[in-house]
C-alpha cells in the first residue's frame, strides 16, 4: 500500500504580511493554517449537515523552521488525526515549493454543541454522520 498524501493549499506570501524584519509575521503562519484546515473541511464536505455542532480551536503550536519572504508561495498541508476522546488534532506543514519546510502546525480541535457550549464525544462520528468524506480529511482512514 502506497503512503496517501495529505490534503495540499498553495498560498502566496503577501508584501503587507511581512514584520520589520521583512519575513512573515510570526501570527501570519497561524492564519495558513486556518486557511488550509478551512479548506480541507470544506473539500471533505465536513462543513454541511453539522446541524448544531461546530468545529472549535482548543489549542495551537507553531515550529518555525525556515524564514519567508514576501513573493514565497508555499503548500500548506493539513491532516486529521482522530482519537477516542473529544478531541482530534490537525497537523500542518508549511513547505516552500523547493521542499524547505518553513514551519510545523499542530492544533487540537473539538466538536461544540453550539447550544450547550460543551464539546461532543466522539468528534469523526460527528464528522461521519454529517457525510464528510473522512478518507479526504485523514491520511490514517
Same mark, same amino acid.
Given at each position: 500500500?502506497?503512503?496517501?498524501?495529505?490534503?495540499?493549499?498553495?498560498?502566496?506570501?503577501?508584501?503587507?504580511?511581512?514584520?520589520?524584519?521583512?519575513?512573515?509575521?510570526?501570527?501570519?503562519?497561524?492564519?495558513?493554517?486556518?486557511?488550509?484546515?478551512?479548506?480541507?473541511?470544506?473539500?471533505?464536505?465536513?462543513? $454541511?449537515?453539522? %446541524?448544531? /455542532? +461546530?468545529?472549535?480551536?482548543?489549542? &495551537?503550536?507553531?515550529?518555525?523552521?525556515? #524564514? *519567508? =519572504?514576501?513573493?514565497?508561495?508555499?503548500?500548506?498541508?493539513?491532516?486529521?488525526?482522530?482519537?477516542?476522546?473529544?478531541?482530534?488534532?490537525?497537523?500542518?506543514?508549511?513547505? $516552500?515549493?523547493? %521542499?524547505? /519546510? +518553513?514551519?510545523?502546525?499542530?492544533? &487540537?480541535?473539538?466538536?461544540?454543541?453550539? #447550544? *450547550? =457550549?460543551?464539546?461532543?464525544?466522539?468528534?469523526?462520528?460527528?464528522?461521519?454522520?454529517?457525510?464528510?468524506?473522512?478518507?479526504?480529511?485523514?491520511?490514517?482512514?
Amino acid at each position: 500500500m502506497t503512503e496517501r498524501e495529505p490534503f495540499r493549499t498553495r498560498i502566496k506570501v503577501r508584501h503587507y504580511e511581512l514584520d520589520t524584519l521583512g519575513h512573515l509575521n510570526h501570527a501570519v503562519y497561524h492564519s495558513y493554517g486556518e486557511v488550509s484546515r478551512l479548506e480541507l473541511l470544506e473539500a471533505a464536505g465536513a462543513l $454541511k449537515g453539522l %446541524g448544531n /455542532v +461546530a468545529s472549535v480551536l482548543l489549542e &495551537t503550536n507553531v515550529v518555525f523552521r525556515r #524564514e *519567508l =519572504r514576501a513573493g514565497d508561495e508555499v503548500d500548506v498541508t493539513c491532516d486529521v488525526k482522530f482519537g477516542t476522546g473529544k478531541t482530534f488534532k490537525m497537523d500542518s506543514t508549511i513547505t $516552500k515549493l523547493d %521542499g524547505t /519546510v +518553513a514551519a510545523e502546525i499542530s492544533c &487540537t480541535l473539538g466538536m461544540m454543541d453550539l #447550544e *450547550l =457550549r460543551k464539546l461532543v464525544p466522539n468528534p469523526r462520528g460527528v464528522f461521519e454522520a454529517a457525510g464528510a468524506d473522512l478518507r479526504m480529511l485523514s491520511t490514517s482512514e
